[in-house]
Every structure is written in structure tokens, then in C-alpha cells.
């Protein structure tokens, strides 16, 4: 059965998807890009604050769906430009510090909202 996740810590979806959504086992949260729930803003126009934002709202979804950083099983990270490679997994490595998720990422031609940066995860509730 297909629940539905949402957390006013975290921003609204910018389409017809929802936050994230689970099943008795698996939370799939939807890519998200660096804004700030509170504001309705990026973050900064920094890839590194941006990634920050993306993270911290990965953290609020989960933790509205009872998963955690710790039970991230997969993420993909959508980049504008694949030079932010090593600014964004500097920041990244700080929110998986013990046994890091699998994880993809690559450059594609653009964002929602022209971001620097998306990040989308699949976690364990168990």
C-alpha cells in the first residue's frame, strides 16, 4: 500500500508529485532542489549552499516518513555543471559519514528553476 509523504519542513512539490512516497518498507523521495521551506528561495546561488538546502530538506522528508540520513539506500544528483562535482560530494560525505548509500550522479542541461543542483533518494523505514 502507497502512502503519501509530506512535511511543511521541507518545500511544496513545483509539479503534480508529492514529497516523497512510501510503502510498508521504502520511502522514494522526489528530487529536491535548494529551496528553503520558510522562505520559498534558494538557498544562495552557491553550489555548496545549495547542496546544504537539498539535504536538509532530503532529512525533513524522511524524517516525516520515520526513515533517517542512516537508511538512505540510493540517491541520484542531478548537477548543472558536472565541475561542482567535488564541491557538492564535499558537502554530501558530511550527511553520510558511516557507510554511504549507492549513489549516481551526473551533469544534465538543466533544472527546475534553473538549480545548481537535485537531490532524489530511496530509503529504508526498517
Given at each position: 500500500?502507497?502512502?503519501i509523504i509530506?512535511?511543511?519542513k521541507a518545500?511544496?512539490?513545483?509539479?503534480p508529485?508529492?514529497?516523497a512516497?512510501?510503502?510498508?518498507?521504502?520511502?522514494?523521495?522526489s528530487?529536491?532542489?535548494?529551496?528553503?521551506a520558510?522562505?520559498?528561495?534558494?538557498?544562495s546561488d552557491?553550489?555548496?549552499?545549495?547542496?546544504?538546502?537539498?539535504?536538509k530538506?532530503?532529512v525533513?522528508?524522511?524524517?516525516?516518513?520515520g526513515s533517517?540520513?542512516?537508511?538512505v539506500?540510493?540517491?541520484?544528483?542531478y548537477?548543472?555543471?558536472?565541475k561542482?562535482?567535488?564541491a557538492m560530494?564535499?558537502?554530501?560525505s558530511t550527511y553520510?559519514?558511516?557507510?554511504?548509500?549507492a549513489?549516481?550522479?551526473?551533469?544534465?542541461?538543466?533544472?527546475?528553476?534553473?538549480?545548481?543542483?537535485?537531490?532524489?533518494?530511496?530509503a529504508?523505514?526498517?
Amino acid at each position: 500500500m502507497k502512502s503519501i509523504i509530506h512535511t511543511d519542513k521541507a518545500p511544496a512539490a513545483v509539479g503534480p508529485y508529492s514529497q516523497a512516497t512510501a510503502t510498508e518498507s521504502l520511502v522514494f523521495v522526489s528530487g529536491q532542489l535548494p529551496i528553503d521551506a520558510t522562505t520559498g528561495k534558494f538557498a544562495s546561488d552557491d553550489v555548496v549552499e545549495q547542496t546544504h538546502q537539498c539535504l536538509k530538506n532530503l532529512v525533513a522528508i524522511l524524517q516525516e516518513a520515520g526513515s533517517s540520513m542512516e537508511k538512505v539506500l540510493k540517491t541520484t544528483v542531478y548537477l548543472k555543471d558536472i565541475k561542482d562535482f567535488v564541491a557538492m560530494n564535499e558537502v554530501y560525505s558530511t550527511y553520510f559519514t558511516q557507510d554511504p548509500p549507492a549513489r549516481a550522479a551526473f551533469e544534465v542541461a538543466n533544472l527546475p528553476k534553473n538549480a545548481l543542483v537535485e537531490i532524489e533518494a530511496i530509503a529504508s523505514k526498517s
